[in-house]
């Protein structure tokens, strides 16, 4: 089961234009292509669950503050980062989103049960017979 995520407004995404890293030649030096996005988690108009479930998580683009980062520079144009920083985010939201399903602990069988401890004894009597000899 997921909750359906609303549209983000633009008012709650903060898009930053940088310079990009790595190589580029001479353009990389001159055009801020790369995009830096930052979204508030604790201002944001998302549903209380949702929110949770993202600030739970140990993931390194949310920082101890509740805020989102993401910076996109794979393209050499802005426009095609901005979109990927967003789809990147939409992304992010829509797994928190998806609600997890909650874990039946398990019993093994008793013939799995018989199986193992059968192997453990065989392989106990394997490793006794590499002793040494007695007379």
Known sequence: MTISIPLIPEEE??????RAQGA???????????IHLRFDIHASSLPDEIKQRLLTWSDQRISKDGVIIIKAQTHRSQEKNKAEA?????EMLALAAAVPVPRRPTRPTRSSQRK????KTQRGEIKS???????
Not at 86 to 90: A, D, F, M, T
Not at 116 to 119: I, K, M, V
Not at 129 to 135: A, N
């Open 13 to 18: 995404v903060e898009l930053t234009a940088i």
């Open 24 to 34: 580029g030649g001479q353009n990389v030096n001159k055009v801020s292509s790369a």
């Open 86 to 90: 967003l789809q990147r985010l939409q």
């Open 116 to 119: 193992r401890l059968q192997s």
């Open 129 to 135: 017979m590499r002793g040494k000899v007695r007379d």
